[in-house]
């Protein structure tokens, strides 16, 4: 068994002070640095979306913030503009240990489709590559931890639960959006998939 700590979307964006800040989400950076030492691996997932990204509610008139629409591979979150590629709120929170970092996948690249987890796209059939990247390396046991805990997090360590790995979700080392009650539906939805919550 080779563990792999996987550390989603700690950039700036979405810490306090940032475009979609999560309560809390500079609290965690701390813990993340100092669970970095008990992994053989530690990957980097990093949100960046192009300027006309569907997710952005600016981008389509009339819309409100955090309100849902249905695209053609399910509902989406219209989401405040963030983590654009190349800007200042897009990099990784500066306290955050980059050093130890293996590998940092980007996702959400793509002008009409997000991706909240680390594995598929929204439509849950793109992949993003790390699923091969993680099982050529042997890496079978997966912890997640970051931001947000009801959206990357959660959408990634169901998909990891799904593809077969072992998964963890260290939660005192995540912070929620809870939006509408997504974060009691976010554990619901790990427990069902085999995810262990600690
Ligand atoms: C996230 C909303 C939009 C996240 C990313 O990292 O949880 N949430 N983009
Ligand atoms: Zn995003």
């Known amino acids: 068994m080779a563990r792999a700590l996987i550390v989603i979307d700690m950039q700036k964006d979405f810490c306090p002070g940032g475009a979609l800040a999560v309560t809390g989400g500079d609290e ?95 439509d849950h059939a793109t992949p993003t590559g790390l699923a091969g990247y993680l099982r050529d390396r042997g890496l079978n046991e997966l912890t997640f931890v970051g931001l947000a805990h009801d959206f990357c997090v959660a959408w990634s360590a169901v998909d990891a639960a799904k593809l077969g790995f072992s998964v963890g979700v260290i939660e005192e080392a995540t912070r929620a959006i809870d939006l509408n009650g997504s974060r009691n539906a976010a554990r619901a939805n790990m427990r069902a998939a085999g995810v262990i919550l600690r």
């Not at 669970?35 to 952005?56: G, I, K, N, R």
């Not at 409100?64 to 695209?71: D, P």
Request: include cysteine; glycine fraction near 8%.
């Open 28 to 122: 965690i950076v701390g813990p993340i640095n100092a669970l970095m030492a008990d992994f053989e691996a530690v990957v980097l997932t990093q949100d960046w979306h192009p300027a006309d990204h569907t997710s952005f509610a600016d981008n389509h008139p009339g819309a409100e913030a955090f309100s849902s629409i249905e695209m053609d591979y399910g509902p989406q979150v219209l989401w405040p503009r963030h983590c654009v590629i190349g800007s200042d709120g897009a990099g990784f929170h500066p306290d955050l240990a980059l050093d130890r970092a293996d590998l940092v996948i980007r996702k959400g690249f793509r002008a009409g489709i997000d991706s909240y987890s680390a594995f598929f796209e929204n």
